[in-house]
């Protein structure tokens, strides 16, 4: 980040938000699909079941992870989980970051940032807030600011460029979307990035926190939930339809991610 970018860096309270105040009962709940308007940063306090989708790659809410996002980015919540999170801006005029790439969009294991929920919850600032609250509440901010971006810096020789790699692995994921019917291997997924299997299978589980088979599993699981809720085929079409060829094993991972046999899931569901 260039150290003029850096000077006009004041950063701006916009809201804080708690979701412990419209809690998830179910795997399957959602927040709802969203376009992010301002700078997010989100800590996960505890989960169930849950994971983030940023710009369609699935993050499971460990707790302890940290989300950032820009302004722009496509997000959804979904499963049970428990987290704080702020808005804010920059500055007052807006202002957006030259190369937001500079940041990831998800941290974990941090251990020389200010990142745990007391933190997250001292973020709240009073409508009447004093000017000294503002003042330290900008400092801690950009405390935070720092360290992730420090985190960054220091894993520049693993993952030199996020964005880059990202478009790679979105490469991955859509040949996911267009053949999850199909057998799908590793080797297939990898010769879509042009990476090794083995450097495809680190970089795919560093971003999304999932190993290639289990985002397939959970890709063709969560079509199977769909077929369910909004089709009449019966439950074994819809094993077929979603990639699966043995029930025992649609079954088992179907109700280890939503709680409910296929067929008891549909009953409970269908009926709200």
Same mark, same amino acid.
């Not at 450097?199 to 077929?227: C, G, H, I, N, W």
């Given at each position: 980040?260039?150290?003029?970018?850096?000077?006009?860096?004041? /950063? @701006?309270?916009?809201?804080?938000?708690?979701?412990?105040?419209?809690?998830?009962?179910?795997?399957?709940?959602?927040?709802?699909?969203?376009?992010?308007?301002?700078?997010?940063?989100?800590?996960?306090?505890?989960? !169930?079941?849950?994971?983030?989708?940023?710009?369609?790659?699935?993050?499971?809410?460990?707790?302890?992870?940290?989300?950032? #996002?820009?302004?722009?980015?496509?997000?959804?919540?979904?499963?049970?989980?428990?987290?704080?999170?702020?808005?804010?801006?920059?500055?007052?005029?807006?202002?957006?970051?030259?190369?937001?790439?500079?940041?990831?969009?998800?941290?974990?294991?941090?251990?020389?940032?200010?990142?745990?929920?007391?933190?997250?919850?001292?973020?709240? =600032?009073?409508?009447?807030?004093? /000017?000294? #609250?503002?003042?330290?509440?900008?400092?801690? @901010?950009? !405390?935070? =600011?720092?360290?992730?971006?420090?985190?960054?810096?220091? +894993?520049?020789?693993?993952?030199?460029?996020?964005?880059?790699?990202?478009?790679?692995? #979105?490469?991955?994921?859509?040949?996911? +979307?267009?053949?999850?019917?199909?057998?799908?291997? @590793?080797?297939?997924?990898?010769?879509?990035?042009?990476?090794?299997?083995?450097?495809?299978?680190? =970089?795919?589980?560093?971003?999304?926190?999932?190993? /290639? @088979?289990?985002?397939?599993?959970?890709?063709?699981?969560?079509?199977?939930?769909?077929?369910?809720?909004?089709?009449?085929?019966?439950?074994?079409?819809?094993?077929?339809?979603?990639?699966?060829? &043995?029930?025992? &094993?649609?079954?088992?991972?179907?109700?280890?991610?939503?709680?409910?046999? /296929?067929?008891?899931?549909?009953? +409970?569901? !269908?009926?709200?």
């Amino acid at each position: 980040m260039r150290k003029e970018e850096v000077q006009t860096i004041s /950063p @701006v309270y916009i809201g804080w938000y708690d979701t412990k105040e419209c809690p998830h009962f179910s795997n399957d709940e959602s927040y709802g699909k969203r376009m992010v308007k301002h700078y997010e940063l989100e800590y996960i306090v505890s989960s !169930r079941s849950g994971y983030i989708v940023t710009d369609d790659i699935p993050v499971p809410t460990e707790p302890g992870t940290v989300f950032f #996002r820009v302004p722009g980015m496509a997000v959804e919540g979904i499963g049970v989980y428990h987290s704080i999170y702020i808005e804010f801006e920059m500055n007052e005029r807006g202002g957006r970051l030259s190369n937001p790439s500079e940041f990831s969009y998800v941290y974990r294991n941090l251990s020389k940032v200010p990142a745990d929920e007391l933190f997250f919850l001292s973020l709240q =600032l009073e409508p009447d807030a004093s /000017p000294s #609250r503002i003042l330290l509440w900008k400092a801690d @901010v950009m !405390r935070l =600011l720092s360290g992730l971006l420090e985190s960054n810096e220091s +894993q520049k020789e693993a993952f030199t460029n996020m964005e880059f790699h990202l478009i790679k692995i #979105r490469k991955a994921l859509k040949y996911i +979307q267009d053949h999850y019917q199909e057998e799908i291997t @590793v080797s297939q997924l990898a010769g879509q990035t042009g990476y090794s299997i083995y450097y495809f299978s680190r =970089l795919f589980k560093e971003l999304t926190a999932l190993t /290639p @088979v289990q985002y397939v599993m959970r890709y063709r699981l969560e079509r199977a939930k769909d077929l369910l809720l909004f089709s009449d085929e019966t439950v074994e079409n819809v094993m077929l339809q979603s990639g699966f060829h &043995h029930y025992g &094993h649609f079954w088992k991972n179907f109700k280890a991610v939503y709680g409910s046999a /296929p067929g008891d899931y549909r009953k +409970q569901y !269908r009926q709200l």
